[in-house]
C-alpha cells in the first residue's frame, strides 16, 4: 500500500511540473511580444480612451507635455529617432482631425537641423509615419518624411511647408500640399511650389509650380 501511494504522489507530482513548464511556455511568447511593443502597462491602455480623453471632441488640439502624449504615438516617433522631448514645450505636437483622417504633426529635432513629421493616426493602435513628395535637385519627385516647418491652413484646408537652408540669405522654399488618400490611408499630395530667392532682402514668393488638372491634360 505505501509503495502505490509513493507511486501516486511521483505521478502527481509529475503531471503538476508539467502543468507548469506547459503555463511557462505560453507566459513566455506573450511576455516578449509586450517587451517588443513597449511595457506591458504602456499596451494594455486602450489608445480609443487615450484619443478621446485627450482630444475631448475637438477636432484641432495641442500638446506641450511628453507625458501626455499617447503611447501608441510615443512608441512610434521614437521608434522613427525623433527628437522631439526638448522642443514639445516650444514647439507643441498638433492634432488634425480631417474628415476621417487623424493627423499628428510632430517636430523633430536631429543635431543643429530640425523639421516637422506627420504621423497618420487614422488606426490609433498603429501610428504610421507619413511621407511627402517634393521635387529631386535635378528633375522629377521624391519623397521625404522631413519637408520642414508645417503649418495648417485650416480655411484653405492645405498644409504648407516651409524650408530654407543654414547658409544665411540662400533662399528658401514653400511647398503646398493637401491631403488625399492613398493605399495605405491618407497621404498627402503636392499642389504648388514657391521660392524665395533671398530672405534676407524680403522678396516675395514666387510660384514656380502648379500642379496642373490632369484629366484636363489628358483630354
Known amino acids: 500500500m505505501c509503495c502505490i501511494r509513493y507511486g501516486f504522489m511521483r505521478f502527481a507530482v509529475s503531471i503538476f511540473s508539467l ?12 511576455s516578449f511580444a509586450l517587451a517588443q511593443d513597449g511595457s506591458g502597462a504602456d499596451v494594455q491602455q486602450d489608445p480609443r480612451r487615450e484619443w478621446h480623453e485627450l482630444a475631448k471632441g475637438r477636432n484641432e488640439f495641442e500638446i506641450s507635455d511628453p507625458a501626455l502624449l499617447p503611447t501608441r504615438l510615443a512608441l512610434a516617433v521614437e521608434r522613427s529617432d525623433c527628437g522631439y ?6 514647439i507643441p505636437v498638433r492634432f488634425i482631425r480631417i474628415k476621417s483622417y487623424r493627423i499628428a504633426i510632430v517636430f523633430c529635432r536631429s543635431g543643429i537641423m530640425g523639421s516637422h513629421r506627420a504621423y497618420d493616426m487614422t488606426d490609433l493602435r498603429r501610428p504610421r509615419q507619413m511621407e511627402f513628395p517634393i521635387p529631386t535637385y535635378t528633375n522629377g519627385f521624391g519623397t521625404t518624411s522631413e519637408p520642414g516647418v508645417i503649418t495648417w491652413k485650416t480655411d484653405a484646408g492645405v498644409f504648407e511647408a516651409q524650408k530654407g537652408s543654414d547658409m544665411a540669405c540662400s533662399g528658401e522654399v514653400r511647398y503646398t500640399y493637401r491631403l488625399g488618400e492613398g493605399n495605405k490611408g491618407p497621404s498627402f ?10 530672405e534676407c532682402k524680403q522678396n516675395e514668393w514666387t510660384t514656380i509650380w502648379d500642379a496642373p488638372t490632369w484629366s484636363e491634360l489628358v483630354r
Open 85 to 90: 522631448k526638448d522642443e514639445i514645450s516650444s
Open 189 to 198: 499630395v503636392i499642389i504648388r511650389m514657391d521660392i524665395k530667392k533671398d
Open 19 to 30: 502543468i507548469i513548464c506547459l503555463g511557462l511556455l505560453l507566459v513566455g511568447p506573450i
